[in-house]
């Protein structure tokens, strides 16, 4: 009977001591798995969004006989109804904004980060009309997020 209970504490010191080298164990595999995660993130390189170039298109109707202001209507490439009138540039107050020419457009969009590109003319004729001129001002600008484009700007169709 004696011997039975030395060899039983003898099991159980044997057993106590695995159990103990199995802790260490797991806790060395653990502090190195976490060095490991520790260590590839700082070596991984930090995703930073590249700024990408966007273009907007001013366009300057004629207001009229009488008078020399120019209201302009802006195109980001959003959608836009024929009979639409929602791209005209408005202030806060919902107004029409109104230009002494079309420099003067594209400094109030240059205020805004906006860069001029490129111009052409269109001639507009109806019958017995010589035409009248639409001014078309391509402008860029560097952003990156979309939610930049029309930062500054409001149009009708956001009164």
């Given amino acids: 009977m004696r011997t039975l209970k030395i060899y039983l504490a003898a ?4 057993l106590s001591g695995y159990a103990a080298q199995a802790q260490d164990n797991t806790i060395t595999a653990t502090t190195e798995a976490v060095q490991a995660v520790q ?5 991984a390189p930090i ?13 300057s109707y004629s207001r009229g006989l009488f ?6 209507e802006l195109d980001f490439g959003q959608y836009a ?5 929602d ?4 202030d806060e107050y919902g107004r029409d904004i109104e230009f002494n020419s079309m420099l003067d457009a594209a400094n109030y969009m240059a ?9 052409y003319v269109i001639q507009n004729f109806t019958k017995g ?7 078309h001002w391509i402008m860029g600008k560097m952003i990156t997020d979309p939610s930049q484009i029309t930062e500054g700007l409001r149009t009708a169709k956001e009164r």
């Avoid at 995703?47 to 366009?59: H, K, N, R, S």
């Fill in 81 to 85: 109804s024929f009979w639409s009138l």
């Fill in 129 to 135: 009309d010589s035409g009248t001129p639409a001014y």
């Fill in 47 to 59: 995703l930073e969004i590249q700024p990408y170039e966007v273009y907007c298109e001013i366009v």
């Fill in 111 to 119: 205020e805004r980060g906006w860069v001029f590109k490129q111009c």
């Fill in 67 to 72: 008078s020399n202001k120019t209201t302009v």
């Fill in 87 to 90: 791209r005209r540039l408005v």
């Fill in 39 to 43: 260590s590839a993130q700082a070596a």
């Fill in 11 to 14: 099991a159980l010191l044997a």
